[in-house]
């Protein structure tokens, strides 16, 4: 698996806006968690809220893991787990997605 980097924010980004749930995220509350919680909350809410971006986060998790979009998506849960505890721990983006959808409610 790779880390990510800044051309990884601009694909997130695509998908929250493909999937109109900008809104969502920038209302979500939790009191009392930290950033990296935070982060990782609106990691797995993208995936759970994105039907119509279903291509596009493949696409995107497949490239992060180093696997074909196809392996992915026929994968019985094997691979999609270590890619997504992988991006937890990708702790800079998710302190960015984290800081950025605060900043906007502020």
């Known amino acids: ?9 601009f694909k997130v980004m695509r998908i929250v ?3 109109n749930i900008k809104e969502e995220l920038v209302n979500m509350r939790f009191d009392g968690v930290t950033d990296e ?3 990782t909350m609106i990691v797995f809410h ?3 809220s994105a039907p119509q971006a279903e291509k596009e986060i493949f696409e995107f ?3 992060v893991g180093g696997v074909k979009v196809e392996e ?6 094997e691979l999609l787990p270590r890619i997504i505890e992988h991006l937890q721990g990708q702790k800079k983006l998710i302190d960015f997605l ?7 409610t502020s």
């Open 17 to 19: 806006r493909k999937a």
């Open 72 to 77: 992915l998506e026929n994968d019985e849960f």
């Open 61 to 63: 998790l497949a490239d």
């Open 98 to 104: 984290s800081q950025a959808f605060k900043s906007v």
């Open 1 to 9: 698996m790779r880390n990510l980097n800044n051309k990884d924010l």
């Open 37 to 39: 919680e935070y982060g």
């Open 46 to 48: 993208i995936i759970e």
